[in-house]
């Protein structure tokens, strides 16, 4: 059998939401995406509940994995996975991101800096300016520049848990982020 029997062979196969994931993937098919998002959304959001989630942060996780779907669509392959299972892998990443988050415990530093800033108008100020001028020069970078860095710094993942999620080589994740933080340091020389 040619290649091309065995194509439509495997297309016929595939689960519905695997040919809208698909669709999404090779024509930015809007109407595809929208199929996903209603036959997801409702899965997921019951996902997020029973991990204990409220309402509203499984609302906000489930347009965040969705929206990383239609981002990240380009690098599904029917082959891996279903659908249905590859969705659910960004879904179970982002929980255990959150997870992490909320476990993580404050370093002593920052604990020091809460409780001085918390005492001092001017020194919350501070802060504030600090903490804009870093989300801008974040906003600044490439966009696969930020995606590493955020992934690594901000959703504490590894490297090779980046590379698993993204599907980038080691070598390309270690330069970005190597190029990312020397264009922050160079933006964010005048704090402290």
């Known amino acids: 059998m040619g290649s091309d029997g065995q194509d439509e062979t495997d297309a ?13 993937r090779d024509g930015r098919d809007r109407g595809a995406f929208a199929k996903l998002f209603d036959h997801f959304s409702p899965r ?17 996780v ?29 879904a179970r990443n982002r929980q255990i991101d959150i997870i992490r988050r909320e476990r993580r415990p404050m370093p002593e530093a920052l604990k020091m800096e809460s409780e001085e800033a918390g005492s001092d108008a001017q020194a919350s100020l501070a802060l504030d300016q600090e903490a804009s001028q870093l989300r801008a020069a974040l906003e600044n970078l490439k966009p696969e520049q930020r995606e590493v860095i955020e992934r690594a710094y901000l959703s504490d993942l590894t490297h090779s ?14 330069s970005r982020i190597r190029l990312a933080l020397e264009r922050l340091r160079h933006e964010l020389k005048g704090l402290r």
């Open 161 to 174: 848990e980046i590379r698993q999620s993204t599907g980038l080589p080691m070598g390309t994740i270690k």
């Open 12 to 24: 016929a196969a595939l689960s519905p939401p695997t040919r809208w994931l698909l669709a999404v």
């Open 44 to 60: 997921l959001t019951a996902m997020m509940l029973r991990s204990g989630m409220s309402r509203a942060m499984a609302d906000d």
């Open 62 to 90: 489930v347009q965040d994995v969705l929206l990383t779907a239609w981002q990240k669509a380009h690098l599904y392959d029917p082959a891996r996975a279903q659908a249905a299972a590859w969705i659910y892998r960004i």
